[in-house]
C-alpha cells in the first residue's frame, strides 16, 4: 500500500509539473510575440538541437532569427519552459544596453549554491543591482590605460618565453587554442595571482596549469559543456538546491590558496610587482585611509556609455576584503584565460586564411619595430596605435559568427511601438551576430574585409557588440586588447602563419564547443620569417 502510495504522489507531483510548465509555454502567444513553441521538457526546438548537439549554444538567436527575419522580438523556451527573449532590432538592442539600462541591470543568474560555489557568486558578473555596481566602480579604475602600462614588463616577459617556447617546439601542426592557453595562463598568473608559473618549461607536469584547464573547463570534455549547458539554461532552484560545484572544490582551493597568500604577503611587506594584487591592495588601503575610491578614466564612447555610479563601500571587514579580491582575482582568471586564448585562435585562423591580410599586418609591425629602435617589445602606446592589426582583429571577431550578449529584465518593460511589454525576469538576448552580418551595418557581410568594414579609428564602434555595450560591457576589454596585440607582434614579427593540416577555410562552429571554435580546432604551421 505505501508503495503504490508514493507511486500515485510521484505521479501526481509529476503531473503537476508538467502543467506547470506547460502554462509557463504559453508565454509569448499572450505577448504577441513570434516565437518557437516549446515542447516539455527541453522547450523550443533550438533547445532541444543544442541538448543533442546539432546547434552551438552560441548560435541560439541566430537560429531563433533566421525563422523570423523580420520580427523586432522573438522568443524561445528553454529547459522546463523557461522563457528568452531574442532582440534583432538595433535601436532597440541599444535601448536595452544603454539608455534603458536601469530596466536591464544584471546578467543571467547563475543558479548555484553559495556553500559550494562561495567565491564564484561573489565574482563581479555574477553580482546583481546595487552590489554589482558598487564592485564595477570599485574595479574599473584597475583596466585603465594608466594602470594596463605599469603590467607591461610583465607582459613582455611572458612575451619572451612564449618566442622560446616556440623555438623549441615542431610548428607544423600547432593547436593554437592549446599554445595560446599557455601564454594566457601564464600572463595571468603574473598578473592576477601574483605568481610566477613557469608552464611552458613541462606544461604537462606543471600543476598551475593542470589546475588551470579544470578551473576553466577544459579538462572535462563533452561532459563539462553539459555542466555549463545545465547551470545556464535550468531553473535556478534546482542548480541552488542541488548544491552542484561548478568549480571543483580542489581547483576553487589550489587558486584561492595562492591569491590570499600573494594578497597578504603583499599587505605585510609593502612590496610591488606591478599586477592586479598590487592595484587591489592599494585600492583598499586607499579606502581605509581616505574612505573614497579611485575614479577611472573615460577614454572613449565605449568607457563613456559604460558608467555606473557605485556606493562608497563602508567599513570592511578582513573577511569581506579577503573575499573580494579573491573572487576577483578568480574572475580575471576564470573569464580572461578562456575568452582572450580563444580569441587569439580565431584571430590566427583567419589570418592563415588570407596571406595578403597578414602581409599588410606585418609590414605595419615592422615599421613599428623600426621607430622603436628595432627593439619588438613596443610600448603601451605603440602597441595601440597598430590600426592596421586593430581593423584586422575586429572582423577576425566579426566574421567569426559569435556574439552572445543576454541581460535580465528586472523590471516590467514596456515598448511604446510594439505595445509589448517585456516582463520581469525575462532573459533578455541580444543577436549581436545579425547586426554583424547586416548589409547596412557592414556592407558585402559576408566578405572578409578589414579596410572596408571598420573604416575609422574608433575603438568600438556602436554596431561591433564582440565586447558588449553600455555599463554590462567587457570591464577588462583594453587589458585583452593589450594581450594579443603583444602576442600577435612577437608571433608575427618572428613567423609567417599559414594553414595546419585539417584547417578549413571557413568557420563552421562544433555544436559540442563551449568556446564556439570549429570541430577540429584551430591548426597552423608556423614558417619562420628571413631577417
Known amino acids: 500500500v505505501d508503495f503504490k502510495m508514493w507511486w500515485a504522489l510521484l505521479l501526481g507531483l509529476f503531473l503537476v509539473f508538467y502543467l506547470y510548465v506547460k502554462k509557463k509555454m504559453t508565454l509569448f502567444e499572450k505577448l504577441g510575440i513570434p516565437h518557437q513553441p516549446g515542447t516539455f521538457p527541453c522547450g523550443s526546438d533550438v533547445m532541444w538541437k543544442v541538448f543533442s548537439q546539432k546547434v552551438a549554444f552560441v548560435k541560439i538567436a541566430d537560429v531563433v532569427c533566421e525563422e523570423f527575419p523580420e520580427a523586432k522580438l522573438v522568443g524561445y523556451y528553454g529547459l522546463f519552459g523557461t522563457p528568452t527573449i531574442v532582440i534583432q532590432d538595433f535601436e532597440l538592442m541599444k535601448k536595452v544596453m544603454i539608455k534603458d539600462f536601469e530596466y536591464f541591470t544584471d546578467r543571467r543568474p547563475f543558479a548555484l549554491h553559495p556553500d559550494t560555489n562561495k567565491y564564484l557568486t561573489k565574482m563581479m558578473t555574477a553580482e546583481r543591482g546595487q552590489q554589482w555596481k558598487n564592485s564595477r566602480s570599485m574595479m574599473s579604475p584597475i583596466f585603465t590605460s594608466g594602470k594596463l602600462k605599469q603590467i607591461m614588463p610583465t607582459i613582455d616577459e611572458c612575451s619572451d618565453d612564449y618566442l622560446e617556447h616556440l623555438q623549441k617546439i615542431d610548428k607544423t601542426d600547432l593547436d593554437v587554442k592549446k599554445l595560446m592557453n599557455l601564454c594566457t595562463c601564464e600572463i595571468l598568473g603574473r598578473i592576477g595571482c601574483g605568481v610566477k608559473p613557469d608552464i611552458f618549461k613541462d606544461p604537462d607536469n606543471n600543476v598551475f596549469y593542470q589546475q588551470m584547464l579544470k578551473l576553466i573547463g577544459q579538462s572535462g570534455g563533452k561532459l563539462q559543456m553539459l555542466k555549463v549547458m545545465l547551470v545556464m539554461f535550468m531553473p535556478s532552484w534546482i542548480g541552488y ?266 568557420m563552421v562552429i562544433d555544436p559540442a564547443s563551449p568556446q564556439g571554435l570549429p570541430k577540429n580546432g584551430v591548426h597552423v604551421k608556423l614558417e619562420e620569417r628571413q631577417k
Request: hydrophobic letters at 40%.
Open 241 to 506: 538546491y542541488s548544491k552542484i560545484y561548478f568549480i571543483p572544490q580542489e581547483t576553487s582551493d589550489f587558486f584561492v590558496d595562492i591569491i590570499r597568500k600573494a594578497t597578504k604577503s603583499r599587505r605585510d611587506s609593502d612590496t610591488k610587482q606591478g599586477d592586479f594584487i598590487d592595484f587591489w591592495v592599494d585600492m583598499f588601503k586607499n579606502l581605509e585611509k581616505n574612505n573614497k575610491l579611485e575614479e577611472a578614466e573615460i577614454e572613449s564612447e565605449f568607457e563613456k556609455n559604460a558608467q555606473v555610479k557605485g556606493d562608497t563601500p563602508k567599513h570592511m571587514t578582513p573577511e569581506e576584503i579577503d573575499t573580494m579580491v579573491v573572487a576577483n582575482g578568480l574572475l580575471v582568471f576564470f573569464v580572461g584565460n578562456d575568452t582572450t586564448s580563444t580569441a587569439m585562435a580565431v584571430v590566427l585562423f583567419f589570418l592563415a586564411n588570407h596571406p595578403e591580410v597578414q602581409e599588410k599586418v606585418f609590414e605595419e609591425i615592422q615599421n613599428a619595430i623600426e621607430d622603436n629602435g628595432g627593439k619588438e617589445q613596443l610600448d603601451y602606446n605603440a602597441l595601440h596605435g597598430l590600426s592596421y592589426m586593430e581593423k584586422v582583429v575586429k572582423e577576425c571577431f566579426r566574421c567569426w559568427g559569435v556574439s552572445f550578449l543576454e541581460r535580465l529584465c528586472v523590471k516590467d518593460y514596456y515598448i511604446p511601438e510594439l505595445n509589448v511589454t517585456i516582463p520581469k525576469d525575462i532573459i533578455v538576448q541580444m543577436a549581436g551576430n545579425k547586426i554583424h552580418q547586416t548589409e547596412e551595418n557592414y556592407p558585402n557581410p559576408s566578405e572578409f574585409d578589414p579596410d572596408l568594414h571598420f573604416d575609422t579609428d574608433v575603438l568600438m564602434p556602436s554596431t561591433f557588440l564582440s565586447f558588449g555595450q553600455g555599463p554590462r560591457n567587457c570591464i577588462g576589454m583594453r587589458f585583452a586588447w593589450t594581450i594579443m596585440r603583444s602576442f600577435l607582434v612577437r608571433l608575427m614579427a618572428n613567423y609567417k602563419i599559414l594553414p595546419g593540416p585539417g584547417l578549413e577555410k571557413t
